[in-house]
């Protein structure tokens, strides 16, 4: 079956740090691919998506490139904050399933230190 | 504008009792989707209700079984408990059964099963 697999934390970075977290994923389809955050006592939110072989999502300075040849969709950002602080998951959906049906990688704990 | 909530926040049972969980999807959203995410793991799917019928389902036992109300409303019921079904339980909610639509999460209910 699809199946996710980021690479395992914790990650700890000093603030203003370069950050990359790794993604795989293995599906028989053309997957979406989400990357989901969690802070702290909170349920997860949708950081960025792609739907498609080379699109990139983005937002609040995090993106993500969809790399079909690769399986990938590595999650990089400039210059992290400590409010960045928080377990990041990766996720696809099978288009025919569509995006309510996601399977979860086991997620990445990242601490930002002042 | 509410979000998507969830009741309560955290229960304690004993192995062998039964539990209810409900969820009010966020307005606007017709669709419920439940997940459970152990300690240190990503979530994974457990049902997913459009019409007041279950349409998904994931690799989880029948003593989980759920409902949905005519105003979208969802509950999650689990049977017989075991150790093993001590979680944080998650709703999400979005806008039609099968498509892009991104899920808009809860923040759980941390059940402990003792």
């Known amino acids: 079956g699809d199946s996710v697999t980021q690479m395992e934390g914790p990650v700890t970075l000093s603030e203003e740090a370069f950050l990359t977290i790794n993604c795989t994923y293995t599906?028989?389809?053309?997957?979406?691919l989400f990357w989901y955050v969690q802070y702290p006592g909170e349920g997860l939110q949708l950081l960025l998506k792609a739907t498609k072989a080379d699109d990139k999502g983005s937002n609040k300075g995090f993106e993500a490139t969809y790399r079909k040849e690769t399986t990938s969709f590595h999650l990089e950002k400039g210059s992290v904050q400590v409010s960045d602080s928080a377990v990041y998951f990766c996720?696809?959906?099978?288009?025919?399933?569509?995006?309510?049906?996601?399977?979860f990688g086991q997620g990445t704990r990242l601490t930002i230190n002042p | 504008d509410a979000g998507v909530t969830q009741s309560p926040t955290h229960l304690i049972k004993t192995r062998g009792q039964q539990v209810t969980l409900r969820c009010s999807p966020k307005s606007g959203h017709d669709t419920v989707s439940w997940y459970q995410q152990a300690l240190g793991q990503g979530p994974q799917f457990i049902f997913q209700y459009y019409e007041e019928e279950e349409r998904q389902r994931g690799n989880f036992p029948d003593r989980f079984s759920g409902h949905q109300f005519p105003n979208y409303s969802s509950e999650l019921n689990v049977n017989a408990l075991l150790l093993g079904d001590s979680a944080l339980y998650l709703c999400?909610?979005?806008?039609?059964?099968?498509?892009?639509?991104?899920?808009?999460f809860g923040n759980g209910t941390r059940l402990t099963v003792t």
């Open positions: 996720a696809l959906s099978d288009q025919a399933q569509g995006a309510q049906k996601l399977v």
């Open positions: 999400a909610s979005s806008r039609g059964q099968r498509n892009n639509s991104p899920l808009h």
């Open positions: 599906a028989t389809g053309y997957p979406s």
